[in-house]
């Protein structure tokens, strides 16, 4: 279990009844595995800036 102490920031990786008893005892709290996900956006050639996304009207069905 990857917990990190509140008092100085560390993570450590402890076995899962000792990260239990300082979580309980708020010594640690569990750190929790995250991944960041960059949307895929297309990038200009020319001006270097992602591509706008437009809306199109006439796609729409009448109402």
């Known amino acids: 279990m990857l917990i990190e102490?509140?008092?100085?920031?560390s993570r450590r990786e402890?076995?899962?009844s000792?990260?239990?008893v300082l979580i309980a005892r708020k010594i640690a709290?569990?750190?929790?595995d995250t991944r960041h996900v960059e949307p895929e956006?297309?990038?200009s050639?020319?001006?270097g800036k992602p591509k706008r996304q437009y809306k199109r009207r006439d796609?729409?069905?009448?109402e």
């Open 18 to 20: 000792i990260g239990e």
């Open 59 to 62: 796609m729409k069905a009448e």
């Open 5 to 9: 102490y509140v008092a100085n920031g």
């Open 41 to 43: 956006l297309e990038i």
């Open 29 to 32: 709290r569990p750190v929790y």
């Open 14 to 16: 402890v076995r899962d």
């Open 45 to 47: 050639p020319l001006t």
